[in-house]
């Protein structure tokens, strides 16, 4: 009988102490679930996808082409494969290179990878992001190609200057003086979601320029627009919950349409993320410094310029050929009078940011690039006119810039003027950049004045030794 106590006591311990670990167990898998699907979300903010995945089937595998004014730079491998990607990676060897541009080996990322706004993810983000990618990611084994800069770019090493003189290494701190809602989403704004990467102008070694924060920038074939308060410029005229349309769905009626890398940026990032962090993006967004600049909103109106070339023998002329450019290829959709349809799917040309500003260049890119965005709400497409791969006839870059110049005249603010030339550049990827001829004359200049500088000191040398003896 006493064996029997005693072994059913021995039995009901280790069952207890079996049911106290299953709960450990789930308590710790729940814990870890939390802190993945946080990190996954951090990774949606960021948008990593954009960059990180050239094929859909195999996300974050890298390969993707990144061009920049110093050339192509390939996006890596980041699954969490431990031959091609970063899956050796530590934690704190992960958050060097999302925070600081430093990779495991201790080669230098090139700024392409917008560490210096990743800097300020904070230590639980950074954790949960870490936690995502090493235990929810599929590891990819195929490694992506090496980035092969000119001269002498493909210097990694030539970063660690870069970034003394123009990275900030700090995480987010808190502005007590503000709302709760205003900190998340200068957090975002700020971090993750790095606004200011394409939205802030660049300078002569290409690092922002601090002064004009959010000001509108040349992003290759696109322009990136002023997103500060200035009510003219920038955002100051829309309301909270046209930011917040805008960032979920890439319209915010009236005003403008997201295209090219914010189309993207839309359809796998801000369309997922919650409306409360969508809100307090909108909130700090309308309290940055206004930057001054042409107005963008609220110009043109309806017109027709048909009966310009209608019933008239001979070829049409001057803003005849743009009004028959459009409506034998633009009118079906937006419009003889440029109205768009009643629910803006196909969105109006005039009040329409697209059609004024300091830059033609999104009309361009538009006309020629097209639009194919997918967010929660639908699918928008416009097909491209500029490529022969689609069911249209392309536009060629005269045609291009004649339609330009009649939209501008007709339903936007008559700003632009544009030429063969531009869209061609635009067709190209946009301006390019002198930086490498700038860096490469700068070190010849400095290297001849060096040698002069040791000519000097081997004659100085020479001729006191020569009256020493």
């Not at 190209?428 to 700038?438: C, I, K, M, V």
Request: proline share 5%; charged share 15%.
């Amino acid at each position: 009988m006493t064996a029997l106590k005693f072994m059913l006591c021995v039995g009901s311990v280790m069952l207890a102490g079996a049911a106290a670990w299953a709960q450990d167990s789930a308590a710790i898998s729940s814990e870890t679930a939390d802190l993945i699907a946080r990190g996954q979300y951090v990774a949606t903010a960021s948008d990593c996808t954009a960059c990180h995945t050239s094929n859909p089937s195999e996300p974050y595998a890298g390969n993707h082409v990144i061009t920049s004014p110093v050339g192509d730079i390939v996006a890596t491998n980041i699954t969490p494969s431990k031959t091609a990607g970063i899956g050796n990676y530590t934690e704190a060897q992960f958050s060097d290179a999302v925070r600081h541009g430093i990779r495991a080996d201790g080669a230098r990322l090139y700024p392409a990878m917008p560490y210096t706004a990743f800097a300020k993810i904070t230590d639980a983000d950074m954790k949960a992001l870490y936690a995502y990618f090493m235990n929810d990611v599929k590891p990819v084994d195929t490694p992506s190609k090496k980035t092969q800069l000119p001269f002498p770019f493909n210097i990694r090493a030539s970063m660690i200057g870069w970034n003394l003189l123009f990275a900030d290494a700090d995480t987010y701190q808190t502005d007590t003086s503000k709302s709760d809602q205003w900190n998340r989403g200068a957090y975002l704004v700020q971090g993750p979601a790095h606004c200011s990467t394409c939205h802030t102008p660049r300078g002569v070694m290409m690092q922002e320029k601090s002064g004009d924060y959010l000001g509108g920038a040349q992003v290759g074939p696109w322009y990136a627009p002023n997103i500060t308060s200035d009510p003219q410029s920038g955002i100051g005229s829309w309301s909270k919950d046209e930011i917040v349309s805008y960032l979920g769905t890439g319209r915010a009626e009236g005003k403008a349409q997201a295209g090219g890398s914010m189309a993207e940026a839309v359809e796998h990032s801000f369309s997922h993320l919650q409306k409360s962090d969508l809100e307090a993006i909108a909130t700090y967004l309308a309290n940055v410094p206004a930057k001054s600049g042409p107005s963008r909103f609220d110009q043109g109106s309806a017109t027709n310029l048909t009966t310009e070339f209608c019933g008239i023998d001979g070829a049409p002329s001057g803003l005849a050929v743009g009004a028959q450019i459009y409506s034998a290829n633009c009118a079906t959709c937006h419009g003889i009078n440029g109205q768009g349809t009643k629910d803006q799917y196909y969105p109006s040309l005039y009040h329409n940011s697209a059609t004024s500003g300091p830059s033609a260049s999104n009309f361009i890119a538009t006309v020629l690039n097209g639009i194919d965005r997918k967010t929660p709400q639908g699918h928008v497409f416009m097909p491209p006119f500029g490529t022969q791969d689609n069911a249209f006839n392309a536009l060629s870059d005269s045609e291009i810039a004649q339609l330009a110049n009649y939209v501008s005249s007709s339903f936007g603010d008559g700003g632009f003027e544009v030429s063969s030339d531009e869209v061609v550049q635009i067709r190209a990827g946009g301006p390019s950049s002198n930086l490498l001829s700038q860096v490469r004359i700068a070190m010849v200049i400095g290297l001849v004045i060096a040698l002069i500088i040791i000519a000097i000191i081997w004659v100085v040398y020479r001729a006191r030794r020569q009256r020493s003896s």
